[in-house]
C-alpha cells in the first residue's frame, strides 16, 4: 500500500510560482508524476519522472516552466512552478505508477496510488 500526501499549493498571481511536495510511505515507485484537474475538466498530465534521478517529462502547456523531482531520502515528490498563468489553476495531484506501465506515460490509467490533491488558484 502507499499513501501519498500534497502539500504548497495555494493563491498566488499570475507570473508567480508556488511549489507543491508530494510525502510518499509505502512501497517504492519507479515512476511518479503529477497530474491536475480544473474545474469540469477531465484530468489531465502534467509531469512525470522515472528512476531515482533524471528523466523527466512533461505535457507541452507547463514545459520551460515546471520542473518534476524527487529527492529519495525523504520520499517525497515535487514539483517546481514558475510564471504561472490563470490556465494552471485547478486540483494538483500526484500518483504512482503502476508496476510494468508504459514507459513514460502521461495516462492516469498507467498510475495506481493518488493522493487527495491540493489547490492551485493563479489569479490574473
Known amino acids: 500500500q502507499v499513501r501519498l500526501v500534497e502539500s504548497g499549493g495555494g493563491l498566488v498571481q499570475a507570473g508567480g510560482s508556488l511549489r507543491l511536495s508530494c510525502a510518499a510511505s509505502?512501497?517504492?515507485?519507479?515512476?511518479m508524476g503529477w497530474f491536475r484537474q480544473a474545474l469540469e475538466k477531465e484530468r489531465e498530465f502534467v509531469a512525470g519522472i522515472i528512476g531515482f534521478g533524471s528523466n523527466a517529462y512533461y505535457t507541452d502547456s507547463v514545459k520551460d516552466r515546471f520542473t518534476i523531482s524527487r529527492d529519495n531520502a525523504k520520499s517525497t515528490l515535487y514539483l517546481q512552478m514558475t510564471s504561472l498563468k490563470p490556465e494552471d489553476t485547478a486540483v494538483y495531484y500526484c500518483?504512482?505508477?503502476?508496476?510494468?506501465?508504459?514507459?513514460?506515460?502521461?495516462?492516469?490509467?498507467?498510475?495506481?496510488?493518488w493522493g487527495q490533491g491540493t489547490q492551485v488558484t493563479v489569479s490574473s
Open positions: 500518483a504512482t505508477a503502476r508496476p510494468g506501465s508504459t514507459w513514460a506515460s502521461k495516462s492516469d490509467a498507467d498510475f495506481d496510488f
Open positions: 509505502g512501497r517504492t515507485s519507479y515512476a
